[in-house]
């Protein structure tokens, strides 16, 4: 056969970059997305370098200024047992990005193969996975994840455990609907005429259709482990002192409320950053991820 | 063409168990296909065509019922084990299908999908898979295919998108190949160069094919032989020309008759009165009879086999066209 095209020399994967630089461009035309983001990823650079950031350790205790205002020494002031508030906040982020994602992840990794074998192969299996779904969704999310944390015992991994198992159902019901949904798509029966068995369908095909709802979903529950952390932790079932979360550091400030609002104005508004700066960032990528978006 | 057949289907009926009661999809259909050659099967929507093709590479849902035999390369693809029949689906026998619009996965680009059959079926490293990608994006007349292939399916149009996947039904230089409507989802223009294309790779690679079609046209256009089906039965088969020359099935009389032609005026288009009956069992009568209008005791009481009315032609009809004329 004659070759009627003359071949352009093109650098390889231009069309990755070309959808990159489309999305990109999308994204900067939502500024609440951008403030997201940013927000998001200082909380992560704290996090990382927290041993940097910090001006004393999360222990560290300077009985000469108890319950502290604010001051060159201690920015943020100090609590009741000297320990500097800033210090804490900057490891308290650790835990609670840690936990956050974390939990994120487990659930993710344990729901979302659970999720796919039932609404690929429907059946008995789809049934069971379903309705074991339903019941668990029926639970409140915290109380289930305080009664497994209560149950486990308190400490961070725990916590996270908890609110992993916690977060299951949730990507289950995804994972299985999206499933449902992709396998019907022509070019999964087109897959199958190439000779494709059902781990390829399923991982290759199926799987990679759904990355954009699992990560917008990850978004949202992230803040959710991050509120939930700082729930555990305040009940006590959580992070254990002498380390710092933001929800031990609520507790901890619980009995001076009146004498010192700040120790506990101070994490609240950790707490709500981050789990704003999530979902703000989470909205952004759901609407540039959506093929129906044209700006 | 009178080799050993490359494919031979004999008896094949499927029946669909739903909610509404059983359905008799296809009732005992027997053809062979020999090497090199284009099949065409014509028919109304719901005549069992596609349901045909599906059912010899198995693809069709776990309601159906599939009985007879599909044998290919001396064996029964449909007593075929999981394992060996993948090695058969995109390696020996591929499937274009209808909507190229859809069946390229959205996120993958189209080096990557085609090179993945390449890779599963030949083994071929990442690189050669690529390598080949390019020359079958070349072999089916994409421009600029060393850019094309890293592009993903969005990027393309829809006539480009139908190339495509005719390069991936070829990657690995099949004996066969199946076509369900391949050009129904495009414009005119494009159907035109789709069908050179299709000409050419039977010339050039000798692959047969097998095409499915509601659009008589494309066939006369293309295919050898042609079988005309109705609620799930062959009613006739010919050579293409013979049965465009000289239809013997009402049926067939009455497809050909509801066809436009250029420069002869008529008020209406003649058409088949009633619509395709959608058959629960096996009739035990002709089943165009309520349709046509040569019926009578025979047609409403007996099943009617098919019979040649001339060498390579078979019709299933009591009163086929030309024994009529005859009679007249």
């Known amino acids: 056969m004659s070759v009627v095209a003359q071949d352009v020399e093109a650098p390889l994967a231009v069309g990755r970059n070309r959808r990159f630089r489309l999305l990109r461009k999308r994204f900067l035309r939502r500024p609440m997305a951008v403030a997201g983001l940013v927000v998001v990823l200082g909380f992560v650079i704290m996090a990382i370098f927290a041993p940097l950031l910090a001006p004393y350790s999360a222990g560290h205790t300077d009985f000469n200024a108890v319950l502290a205002h604010p001051s060159s020494k201690h920015l943020l002031g100090t609590d009741d047992l000297g320990h500097d508030v800033l210090s804490r906040l900057i490891w308290g982020a650790r835990a609670s990005m840690l936990v956050g994602v974390l939990s994120t992840v487990l659930a993710m990794v344990v729901a979302v193969p659970i999720g796919m074998l039932a609404g690929y192969y429907r059946g008995w299996l789809d049934t069971v996975v379903a309705r074991m779904t339903d019941v668990l969704l029926a639970f409140p999310f915290l109380i289930l994840a305080v009664g497994l944390a209560a149950i486990l015992g308190p400490s961070l991994m725990n916590a996270t455990l908890a609110l992993g198992i916690g977060t299951v159902p949730v990507f289950i019901r995804i994972a299985r609907g999206e499933t449902l949904a992709l396998r019907e798509e022509d070019y999964v029966p087109a897959a199958v005429l190439n000779g494709a068995n059902d781990a390829t369908i399923i991982f290759r095909h199926i799987l990679p259709n759904m990355t954009n709802t699992l990560l917008v979903q990850a978004t949202l529950t992230i803040p959710a482990a991050i509120v939930g952390e700082a729930i555990l932790s305040f009940l006590g079932l959580g992070v254990q002192p002498p380390a710092s979360s933001w929800g031990t550091m609520l507790q901890e400030a619980e009995p001076y409320l009146t004498q010192a609002p700040r120790l506990a104005v101070y994490p609240g508004l950790a707490i709500v950053f981050a789990a704003l700066a999530f979902n703000v960032l989470g909205d952004g990528l759901r609407d540039i991820l959506d093929p129906r978006t044209t700006r | ?328």
């Open chain 2, 1 to 328: 063409m009178s080799a050993e057949p490359l494919l031979e289907v004999n008896d094949l009926s499927v029946r669909f168990e739903t909610d509404e009661g059983p359905l008799q999809a296809v009732d005992r259909v027997s053809f062979a296909l020999a090497p090199r050659e284009v099949l065409g099967i014509v028919g109304e929507s719901g005549c069992g065509k596609s349901v045909t093709c599906m059912s010899l590479v198995r693809l069709l849902p776990e309601t159906a019922r599939v009985s007879g035999s599909v044998v290919f390369d001396g064996v029964d693809l449909l007593a075929l084990g999981m394992r060996r029949l993948q090695r058969v689906r995109g390696r020996q026998i591929s499937y274009i299908f209808q909507e190229p619009m859809t069946s390229l996965n959205p996120v993958f680009t189209v080096g990557d999908q085609i090179g993945e059959v390449l890779r599963r079926h030949l083994g071929l490293s990442r690189r050669a898979a690529r390598r080949r990608v390019v020359e079958l994006l070349e072999l089916v007349r994409i421009p600029a295919p060393k850019r094309r292939v890293d592009e993903f399916p969005h990027q393309l149009s829809g006539g480009m998108r139908q190339r495509v996947m005719i390069a991936m039904a070829l990657a690995c230089d099949p004996k066969v190949l199946i076509a369900d409507e391949p050009t129904t989802a495009l414009d005119v223009t494009i159907q035109a160069g789709i069908l050179d294309l299709m000409r050419e790779v039977r010339e050039e690679l000798g692959t047969a094919i097998i095409l499915v079609t509601h659009n008589l046209g494309v066939v006369a256009d293309i295919a050898d032989r042609v079988i005309v089906m109705y609620a799930g039965r062959k009613v006739e088969e010919a050579a293409s020309e013979e049965l465009f020359a000289a239809p013997q099935h009402p049926y067939t009389v009455g497809l050909l008759g509801a066809i436009p032609r250029p420069g002869e005026r008529r008020e209406r288009l003649e058409e088949i009165p009633g619509r395709v009956p959608a058959v629960a069992a096996p009739l035990q009568r002709c089943v165009f009879a309520d349709r046509c209008r040569y019926s009578d005791e025979v047609t409403l009481t007996q099943i009617p086999e098919l019979r040649p009315v001339r060498p390579g032609h078979l019709v299933a009809c009591f009163h086929p066209e030309s024994e009529r004329v005859a009679a007249a």
